[in-house]
Nanobody
Framework: QVQLVESGGGLVQPGGSLRLSCAAS????????MSWYRQAPGKERELVAI????????NYAVSVKGRFTISRDNAKNTVYLQMNSLKPEDTAVYYC?????WGQGTQVTVSS
């Protein structure tokens, strides 16, 4: 019954911004680290960002560092990914992961 549901994806122009959300249920959210992954067509799924259970420590893939910010609101059982200065190479399906569970993903397309 652990569930993760992503939302917020869409089409955006290069240089634009999006904020993804992942709503969690079925587990004690505040006790788990959470992460975002992405997978582009023909490529392996890659880790984008991780955040500790209390939000105190974050880590990012080199490719997104300085542009993306992971955050969480434990009162809302939600983890976010703020994506700024988007590039075409950010185009992918974005997944949240936590408590040994994957969300279904949300499509992000960066194109002019």
């Amino acid at each position: 019954q652990v569930q993760l549901v992503e939302s917020g994806g869409g089409l955006v122009q290069p240089g634009g911004s999006l904020r993804l959300s992942c709503a969690a249920s079925g587990f004690t959210f505040s006790q788990y680290a959470m992460s975002w992954y992405r997978q582009a067509p023909g490529k392996e799924r890659e880790l984008v960002a991780i955040i500790t259970s209390d939000g105190g420590i974050t880590n990012y893939a080199v490719s997104v560092k300085g542009r993306f910010t992971i955050s969480r609101d434990n009162a809302k059982n939600t983890v976010y990914l703020q994506m700024n200065s988007l590039k075409p190479e950010d185009t992918a399906v974005y997944y949240c992961y936590g408590a040994h569970t994957w969300g279904q993903g949300t499509q992000v397309t960066v194109s002019s």
